[in-house]
Structure formats: structure tokens, C-alpha cells
Nanobody
Framework: QVQLVESGGGLVQAGGSLRLSCAAS????????MGWLRQAPGKEREFVAA??????????YSSDSVKGRFTISRDNAKNAVYLQMNSLKPEDTAVYSC????????????????????WGQGTQVIVSS
């Protein structure tokens, strides 16, 4: 069972940037699909971004609300996945959680929470106006 630990959250002004990191404990990390999801106060958790690989090709996905501002990436040598967040807005304020699925995820399911079996504790991001 893989363990996930997020870091990099904090308080930032609107227009600023943050980079979230997620460290995974499993040495077979490269086969996992990895995602970031977030939950704002009083709202349901929503998909932010994911990266999933098959053979030697990786595919990145992001929600419409963050497209062009957030970028997901992974470093298999470090068992880590990152979320670079630029041009942050107050509506990006949320607890961001890293999630993993033990296999490649098809495009039809990669944006669904139930596709991810493993979750980190989350890291708080607050964007002030």
C-alpha cells in the first residue's frame, strides 16, 4: 500500500505561485496514475489534475478551472508528483490532496475520485485577495 505525503501549501496573494509536492512510498511508483484534487470550505472535493502513463507515454489532464494556470508533473526517480500553480486566485483556496491509483487510468475515469485508491492527508492553500 502506497503512502502519500504532501507539502508546499501555504498563504499566497492573488496572482502568486505555489508548488505542491507529493512524495510516494512505493518503489513501483512509476506505474501509478497520480492526481491532485481539492476541497474548498463548504464544497465537495473536485478534480484538479492528473498524470497517467502507459508504456513510455504519459498523459496529463486538468480541470477547466485551472487549465493554463496549473501544471502537473512527475519525477519517477524521486517517487514524486508536483503541482505547479501560477496566477492563483482566491477561488483556488482549498485543501489539496494527492491521490494515487495503482494502474494506468483511462481518460473516461481519470477525473473521477473513485478511480484513486490512495490518498494523502492534504495540504492547505490559501489565496488572499
Amino acid at each position: 500500500q502506497v503512502q502519500l505525503v504532501e507539502s508546499g501549501g501555504g498563504l499566497v496573494q492573488a496572482g502568486g505561485s505555489l508548488r505542491l509536492s507529493c512524495a510516494a512510498s512505493d518503489r513501483t511508483f512509476s506505474r501509478y496514475a497520480m492526481g491532485w484534487l481539492r476541497q474548498a470550505p463548504g464544497k465537495e472535493r473536485e478534480f484538479v489534475a492528473a498524470v497517467t502513463c502507459i508504456v513510455n507515454t504519459c498523459y496529463e489532464y486538468s480541470s477547466d478551472s485551472v487549465k493554463g494556470r496549473f501544471t502537473i508533473s512527475r519525477d519517477n526517480a524521486k517517487n514524486a508528483v508536483y503541482l505547479q500553480m501560477n496566477s492563483l486566485k482566491p477561488e483556488d483556496t482549498a485543501v489539496y490532496s494527492c491521490a494515487a491509483a495503482g494502474t494506468y487510468l483511462q481518460p473516461v475515469v481519470v477525473r473521477t475520485q473513485s478511480a484513486f485508491a490512495y490518498w494523502g492527508q492534504g495540504t492547505q492553500v490559501i489565496v488572499s485577495s
